[in-house]
């Protein structure tokens, strides 16, 4: 019974593990995915690094290469996590 639910469980929870954040993912992690090789994997990076976090996957769209059919089809194993805010060095 035990192992039943905890592999009800991993089937569940699969789309959260397998998805790939933009603002956090290495080269080889945007690399797995479909339709992403070397290249774009990389521009992606530069251009997180250039303009900071991604705030929407359709951001994708202003990276040469990259255009609706691409994040169309990488809509559902990408994820964005919200950029966090840096602290201040003032005390209250």
């Not at 789309?15 to 070397?38: F, H, R, T």
């Not at 990389?42 to 290469?65: N, T, V």
């Not at 990259?66 to 194993?77: H, N, P, S």
Request: net charge positive; glycine share 6%; hydrophobic share 40%.
């Amino acid at each position: 019974m035990r192992f039943s639910l905890f592999c009800l469980f991993c089937v569940l929870a699969w789309p959260a593990w397998a998805s790939v954040d933009l603002n956090q993912a290495s080269q080889a992690d945007l690399e797995s995915l479909p339709g992403i090789g070397p290249v774009r994997a990389l521009a992606i990076i530069e251009y997180r690094d250039k303009h900071g976090p991604f705030r929407r996957i359709e951001e994708l769209r202003r990276i040469k290469g990259i255009g609706a059919k691409t994040v169309d089809a990488l809509r559902d194993e990408l994820t964005i996590t919200p950029p966090t805010r840096r602290k201040s060095g003032k005390s209250p």
